[in-house]
Every structure is written in structure tokens, then in C-alpha cells.
């Protein structure tokens, strides 16, 4: 999927995180703070590159600011980021790019 | 060398008497010589004792670089006493000073910044917090910082281990001759339990209250004939912050769930008869099992025959309800707690050594039957974490853990499975600061887990129909949710050494490393 515009998902809640995506020159750029980092830093990089890919986004800035969310919480919000960003319009293809 | 809990103590840390932790209990019948303060005399009837400034109490004592002062930690987050002190210290330009404190927390945050500047170079505390604990942390304090729990640190005293030179007591009242109490005044904390040691000990005692009282000040917490000087300032502490109006008693349904089988848990034990004996601590569903137990013994027709430790307002009222019938006292919480020890004929001050110095021969601990306490972390071996966060970083609070835990005959953990995304059950805390040997049962939301060396509680408590199961099993059902922590990285140095009650090493605390 193509990264058109800035776009953010989540909140700065406890067991939320923030994740704000925007268009790069090419490539991924991460960005993460965590107020789990040392435990679950690695982890929670790897949950974002993971979905990422899933979502065939091969360019993009992507900052993540966790506040202690599940694995499952931060793909939900990094799923929804990178659609309000490329302006999808049709149904969330449950079971297809989001799995 | 390898210790009792299996944590590895750098062999340089094993001089001067030095040892590593072999067990709870290792230490029964070692013979010891109590030191002596270097005292001054005060002969002259007529010599005032009251001092203009603290300027010039810390001049009197003949405070010098390199020096040991110590502090008490009943004004909490309201203490204004530390800083008071600190602050004069640094601007006669003394440094290389050792505070030596019953606890230490977020009213301290400029002592950090004497860190960095060299003038605070020793820390032993039971309570680390704030920025202090960063300072400590990232290896700013010159010397290894020393934690211990409240027993532990009176062990130090009476055993020589810590010298005092100049104790400074808040009191929120004295007389002109130092005769000091926790009651009256502006700033009303309830007790002076954790000075007792420090009074006795120390070479000078200096009183700072706010209230100065008609002499005589009686019956005192502080005896006058210790003190060498008092100094009235404006303010000892703000009240907002010593002793809060009502602790909250928890409403989330987890936290009652987990009081409730908690209560349930200690209700299907021998020692839930009449006459037994409770500590609770002062985290929320700790607290709430208070509410629990006041049914299950009413429906038993039983009475408590003392409540111990830090008091709240759930204690005060099974007293007042005739439940309890005498309460042991060595810190107020809120101001019910504040009120009862100052009028209910039962409810009684004690020191500190009286409460835990595993060292003398009558702790109150030791005939505890029941402590309910809580953890940030609990490990498969039971071994307990109160004082580093998931960081690494210094930000709790040994207290009374480790002492009541020894103590009791069953000591009850009560702590969710999972806080936000820290699992609280793992494979291996971070910072043990009580073994897992004191440790009988694990109560969590997801499960109530038994140490296997009790074997006697596993068939009473399943006996009365409550559901157990392995401590391994709840940590992969904590790790099942919030998936597998890295574990945390540290530097090499070691910041600060975790002492067992007895004063072997339980651990260590290295200088955090940034993750990157």
C-alpha cells in the first residue's frame, strides 16, 4: 500500500500507543519510544515491521509512541494508520492484508 | 560466589566482613558487641539546648566532609526536614557526606542534584525513588549505595555496621530539652518509630520541630536525655502530605477479587483462629483484605489479638469495632491511624527494632501469623522484587517486606498477573529483595499459586476447596498475553548493594544501560 499523507492512529493512553505514519523518500524509517522499551523494545519493532510488510508498505516514516499496549493493540493501530494514510475507501479486507 | 538465591556477588563486593546470603536464619546465635555513641555531656543545669538555626546546630555538632547524618521518613511525601538539612550542609561547604535514611522518596529530588555535585557521596536507605533513584542509577553516587529493609537498617546500627554522627530528627513537638513525640503540633505524623535507633546510637541528636511544648513533653518518643540540641523552624513538614485525610479503599473489581481469595486463602489455614495475629501493607488490595476478613471472622466468632505495622484506617476500625484488640504501631498512614495511637488506650508505639531488627531477641515480626504484602515482581522461585521498575532503574521501597515476610508464619503476596504490559509473575526478577524462602503464597486475578516447601498450606487451603496451581503455570499465562520480556541489560558497575535482613548480599544493582 502507498503512503500518501500523514496519518495517525491511537492514543497516549496506558496499554495504547500512538502511531503517527507519514510519506519517506523511499524506504522504512522507525521510530520508537516505549515506556516498556528495554523488556519489550525488540518485540514491539518487530510487531510494526511485521505488519508493515503484511501490508506490503515498502516507504514510509513511522513513529510509534507505546504506552505499554499488547502486541495485538499496536498491529490494530499500525493497520489503521497506514489506511487512513492511503486512503482507503472500500471495506477493511479482514482475513487479507489485515490478518 | 553464587548466594542463597542464586545471584551472583561480585567477589569484590566480600571484604570487611562481608558475606554472601545462605538463608533466612543463618545468622541465629552469632555473638555481636553493640557499639557506643561518643557523647558529650550536658552537666550545666541551666544550659539552654535550643538553638537559633540549623546552621548553627550543624557548626555545634562539629559536622565535618566525609560525615554520616541520618533522617527519619515519618513526614512521607511531606517531609521538608531532609532538604532543610541538606541544603545548610551544602552551603558551609561541607560534602562527602553519607545520608543514612529510613527511606527516601520524592521530597528528596534535590539531594540528586548534590549527587552530581559530589556533596551527598553515600546513600543507605530503605526507600529509593524519584530522581535520587535515577541519580543512583545512572552511577552518579560516588559510593555504592547501600538498601535494607527497616529491620535491617536498625541491625546496622546496633551492630556498628552504620555510624551516625549527627541525627536530625523532625518532631512535631519537643520540649526545650528534646523530649520528642509524633503528637501535636502542625505536623502531626503519629509515631517517631523509625528515630528510636538513630537517638541512641548517634554521636550528636539534633530535635528540628515546629511546636515547641511546655516542658515536660511526656511520655516521649525521643528521649531528651539523647538529644543534644533543638531547633525551631517554621515548618517541619506540609500535613497535606504526612498523613492523607482518607486513603482511598479500592473499588476495582479486580483488587477485591483478589482481597476476597486472599481473605479466603488465609481463612482455610490453622492459624485463622482466635487470638491470631496480621500485618497488612498499605497497596490497595492488600488493604481491602481488612473488609474481607472482618466477615469471616465475625461469622467464626474470632478476634484478632494485634494488627502490626504501617497503620491505616481499615485496622483502626476493626479496633474501634472491638475485632482487634490491641494495635503495634510503627507508622501512620492516614490521619485515622494518626488519631487511634494518640487516644485509643490499645493501640501502641513501638521502634523500629522493636518491630524488625532480626538481630535482637523480640522482633515483633516473629510472632506474626498472617503479612498480606504486595510486589512489582514475583519470580518462579517466589523470589520478590520491590525496589528496581521493569527498567532497571531504583524506584521502590524494601520497607518492611523482607522483615515481615521472614517473620510471618504464612506470608501472603496478593498482586495482578500483568500490570499494563509488565508481566508481574516471571522467570527471574530483577532485583531480589526478598527470598522466595519467606514467601508461602502467590494470590493474582489469574490464580493462587503455593510455595512447594509448603506443603502443610497446599492441603488446607485445597482442603477448603480453593483452587491452586503451579507458579510456572502463571507465568506462562502472564507470558501468554504479554509476550516474552528481553531481559533487561546493564552496565558492569554496581550502583547498589540489596541487603538481606541479616546484612549478607541478596543482590546487586548495576548502572542502568540505555537500550538501543
Known amino acids: 500500500m502507498e503512503i500518501k499523507s500523514e496519518a495517525t492512529a491511537g492514543t497516549l493512553e496506558s496499554s495504547d500507543a500512538q502511531v503517527t ?64 494514510s492511503s486512503g482507503w475507501e472500500g471495506a477493511i479486507p479482514w482475513r487479507g492484508l489485515v490478518k | 560466589m553464587k548466594n542463597a538465591v542464586g545471584r551472583d556477588i561480585p567477589d569484590l563486593l566480600l571484604q570487611d566482613g562481608r558475606s554472601v546470603f545462605r538463608g533466612s536464619n543463618f545468622m541465629d546465635g552469632c555473638i555481636y558487641t553493640k557499639p557506643g555513641p561518643t557523647v558529650r555531656a550536658a552537666v550545666k543545669p541551666q544550659a539552654s539546648k535550643v538553638l537559633e538555626n540549623i546552621r548553627t546546630a550543624i557548626n555545634r555538632c562539629g559536622l565535618k566532609n566525609g560525615m554520616t547524618v541520618s533522617f527519619h521518613h515519618h513526614f512521607r511525601d511531606g517531609d521538608y526536614i531532609v532538604n532543610m538539612v541538606m541544603r545548610e550542609i551544602e552551603a558551609m561547604g561541607i560534602g562527602d557526606i553519607t545520608i543514612a535514611a529510613s527511606s527516601l522518596g520524592d521530597a528528596h529530588d534535590p539531594v540528586a542534584a548534590m549527587i552530581e555535585r559530589g556533596v551527598v557521596t553515600g546513600i543507605q536507605t530503605s526507600g529509593i525513588r524519584g530522581k535520587i533513584g535515577d541519580a543512583v542509577s545512572n552511577g ?31 518532631a512535631p513537638t519537643s520540649d526545650e530539652y528534646g523530649n520528642a513525640r509524633g503528637k501535636g503540633g502542625k505536623s502531626d505524623c503519629g509515631v517517631l518509630s523509625y528515630s528510636v535507633a538513630d537517638a541512641r546510637y548517634a554521636d550528636h541528636v539534633v530535635v528540628i520541630t515546629d511546636t515547641l511544648v511546655p516542658f515536660p513533653n511526656l511520655p516521649p518518643s525521643i528521649d531528651g536525655v539523647d538529644v543534644d540540641y533543638v531547633v525551631v523552624v517554621d515548618e517541619i513538614g506540609d500535613p497535606a502530605r504526612i498523613a492523607s485525610q482518607a486513603l482511598r479503599v479500592t473499588q476495582d473489581p479486580r483488587d477485591l477479587m483478589m482481597a476476597e481469595n486472599c481473605a479466603r486463602v488465609m481463612a482455610s489455614t490453622p492459624y485463622f483462629k482466635d487470638g491470631f495475629s496480621f500485618q497488612s501493607g498499605a497497596g490497595g488490595p492488600s488493604l481491602a483484605v481488612n473488609r474481607f476478613l472482618e466477615s469471616m471472622m465475625v461469622e467464626r466468632g474470632i478476634k484478632m489479638q494485634w494488627a502490626l505495622g504501617g ?26 491511624a494518626v488519631c487511634s495511637v494518640h487516644n485509643h488506650p490499645r493501640h501502641y508505639e513501638i521502634s523500629t527494632s522493636q518491630y524488625a531488627n532480626p538481630m535482637n531477641k523480640g522482633a515483633f515480626v516473629n510472632k506474626l501469623d498472617f503479612v498480606v504484602l504486595a510486589a512489582l515482581e514475583i519470580d518462579v522461585d517466589f523470589n520478590v522484587n520491590v525496589v528496581t521498575g521493569s527498567d532497571g532503574v531504583l524506584r521502590g521501597a524494601p520497607g518492611g517486606h523482607p522483615d515481615a515476610a521472614s517473620g510471618a508464619k504464612c506470608t501472603i503476596i496478593v498482586t495482578p498477573l500483568v500490570r499494563g504490559r509488565i508481566p508481574t509473575v516471571c522467570d527471574r526478577v530483577v532485583t531480589v529483595t526478598t527470598p522466595g524462602e519467606s514467601i508461602d503464597v502467590l494470590v493474582t486475578d489469574y490464580g493462587i499459586a503455593v510455595n512447594p516447601a509448603r506443603q502443610d498450606l497446599v492441603s488446607a487451603i485445597t482442603s477448603a476447596g480453593i483452587p491452586i496451581t503451579a507458579v510456572e503455570v502463571l507465568k506462562e499465562r502472564a507470558y501468554s498475553i504479554v509476550g516474552v520480556p528481553d531481559d533487561v541489560e546493564f552496565g558492569d558497575r554496581v550502583v547498589a548493594v540489596m541487603e538481606a535482613r541479616d546484612g549478607t548480599l541478596l543482590d546487586v544493582v548495576r548502572q542502568v544501560k540505555k537500550f538501543e
Open chain 1, 21 to 84: 505514519i507519514e510519506p519517506s523518500d523511499g524506504g522504512i524509517y522507525f521510530e520508537l519510544s516505549s515506556s516498556v522499551m528495554n523488556q519489550y523494545g525488540r518485540q514491539i519493532r518487530n510487531v510494526v515491521l511485521e505488519t508493515l510488510k503484511n501490508l506490503e508498505v515498502e516507504s514510509a516514516k513511522i513513529k510509534v509512541v507505546d504506552r505499554g499496549a499488547l502486541d495485538s493493540t499496536i498491529k490494530a493501530r499500525v493497520e489503521c494508520a497506514v489506511f487512513r
Open chain 2, 140 to 170: 552518579s553516587l560516588k559510593n555504592i549505595a547501600i538498601l535494607r529493609s527497616h529491620g535491617g537498617r536498625v541491625r546496622a546500627i546496633e551492630r556498628g555496621e552504620v555510624h551516625i554522627d549527627v541525627a536530625f530528627i523532625g
Open chain 2, 311 to 336: 497503620i491505616t484506617k481499615p485496622t483502626v476500625d476493626l479496633l474501634n469495632k472491638g475485632l482487634i484488640n490491641c494495635v503495634v504501631d510503627t507508622q501512620d498512614f492516614d490521619a485515622a
